[in-house]
């Protein structure tokens, strides 16, 4: 969790990553708590001992809709496809609980990501919120 810490570097990058309810500064098990990473499936990519990557499963609508939430590359491993790979890894565990649709938020201005989510066949689901989030669906 620390190494995870480090790649959120101010609050908007907080509220950008996990929502608007999680406070700065970041204490790591004030944060694991906020997260609810004891009740929900949470993963991690790691290679060598070293996280790469974090994400989150939360269900919804009777656990057949699993929303993606709470994912995170390594600031230095960005653009090598690692969130591609977290992306598929968190579709298939949602495929295995049951899950036909997943669902995702995304800041409009995180264009990196929104265009992953769109190559990984995400649609826009709802409008634009006034925070500038993006709701998006898929079907598995």
Known sequence: MNALIEWIDSPEGLTQ???PSLTWPVDAARLWQQIDADTLPSFSLKEDG?????GQLSPRDQQTTWHLCRLIVAPHLRGQQLGERLCRYLEAQAAHL???RVTLNVAV????ALRLYQRLGYISSAPVDERGV???ARQL
């Open 98 to 100: 049951g899950g036909t």
């Open 134 to 136: 993006q709701p998006m």
């Open 50 to 54: 070293e996280l790469q990557a974090f």
């Open 17 to 19: 990553w996990g929502g």
């Open 109 to 112: 201005d995180n264009q990196p």
